[in-house]
């Protein structure tokens, strides 16, 4: 699902509105319902192949679905968020965030087999608790922790949007010519 974020972010442009005068608000409003809307289309097709084509056998179907989602919403989030403010260098950048997100969640392998300077990384990026929720929603059944997990993911996910809110409040469209223009001189 981050990987899907970030592919969304080469198809659909993070900072013009093909509506000609948008306004700040309407730009935020329309790239993040774009966003939601991919979110949501992507995070239920994985949920249907993993439950109904693979077969995975989950605690609650109802919350499996529910969390893919809020996960999925929370991962588009930071990256329209990062690509918004930093554009090309933001793939980059999203790229290495997700390499840690997948060293660190102790989702692939045990949190012990990583270098200790890399457990530092852990409580403070999503996958974490997206991991840990899984967890709860598939095979434990603790749904008190799936839900604190799905707070954690609130707290990152509203940051992210309140930053990109940020962005497009403090970016006019004649901020972002400029700094185009100014781009293309130095080229």
Sequence with gaps: MFVGALISTIVIPMRESAVIGASRLNRFISRTLTFSIMSFIQSMLAAVVVLYGLGLEVQSEPLFFLFTFLTSLVYTWVVQSIVTWLDQPGRFVVIVVLIFQLTTSAGTFPLELIPSWM???????????????????????????????VGVLAIFGLGFLALTFAYFMTRSRDNEAGMKSEQAMTV
């Design 119 to 149: 457990k530092f990384f852990n409580p403070l990026l999503p996958m974490t608790y997206t991991v840990s929720g899984l967890k709860s929603v598939i095979s434990t059944g603790d749904f008190s922790a799936m839900w604190s997990d």
